[in-house]
């Protein structure tokens, strides 16, 4: 079965420091996520990607956040300046969007573990 | 998007059959309902989703009463690879964002 897939596994920063998550979507998929979960909290949206844009982002996403399609396979999320309460899992997920099957089954990678010190 | 109500915490035992309701007053005629399992330090995996009625697939089955304001996880038969957080999430296109709430935690136990 087809995955996604996420590197690294574990990244631990300074505080202030840039960090870039990456992902590695399902090939065929079309539209893109990133969600954080905080230990011992729900998993939360940051932001979703269609079409080389961002299409929705919540709250959390502020600009310390971007987000790239670099080279159409990888799909990054970068914290420009990080701080202690952006340590999370961080989770990216894409969907097919193709209409067909499971339309609603996003398919999550494995995360991020995030510790900023 | 609707507000989903679930149990915080459920325990089990091997073997048996184990339903999750959850109440979804404010759902909206295009919503879908949809559930996802995520074990600790993993992310969430789709189960099943359903619109009306009854849905089974290999690993779950959902029930969707008539005015779709609740729906039941069901899960045969249950075994200590179970134990999971298991959220359930209401929501219109196939597309969008996933807006979890806290799910509930089921502990099977031997």
């Known amino acids: 079965e087809p995955e996604v897939t996420q590197t690294p596994s574990h990244q631990v920063t300074q505080m202030g420091q840039e960090v870039i998550l990456r992902c590695v979507p399902i090939s065929n998929h079309l539209y893109f996520y990133w969600y954080r979960q905080i230990l011992g909290q729900k998993v939360e949206f940051l932001v979703s990607?269609?079409?080389?844009?961002?299409?929705?982002k919540s709250e959390i996403f502020d600009d310390q956040f971007s987000v790239e399609r670099p080279d159409g396979s990888n799909f990054t999320l970068k914290i420009r300046s990080t701080k202690l309460e952006d340590s999370a899992m961080y989770f990216c997920?894409?969907?097919?969007?193709?209409?067909?099957?499971?339309?609603?089954?996003?398919?999550f990678g494995p995360g991020t573990r995030l510790t900023v010190t | 998007l609707a507000k989903t109500t679930q149990p915080i915490s459920m325990d089990s035992y091997e073997g048996q059959e184990v339903n999750i309701t959850c109440s979804h007053n404010?759902?909206?005629?295009?919503?879908?309902i949809t559930w996802y399992q995520q074990f600790p330090s993993q992310g969430p995996r789709f189960i099943i989703q359903?619109?009306?009625t009854k849905v089974t697939n290999e690993v779950a089955s959902l029930f969707i009463p008539a005015d779709r304001k609740s729906s039941t996880l069901s899960l045969p038969r249950v075994s200590l690879s179970d134990t999971a957080v298991y959220y359930c999430l209401v929501s219109s296109g196939n597309t969008g964002k996933l807006i979890f709430g806290q799910g509930t935690t089921l502990q099977v136990k031997p």
């Open positions: 404010n759902i909206a005629t295009n919503d879908y």
């Open positions: 359903g619109y009306k």
């Open positions: 990607f269609y079409n080389n844009e961002i299409s929705e």
């Open positions: 997920a894409s969907i097919g969007g193709d209409g067909t099957g499971r339309t609603y089954e996003q398919y």
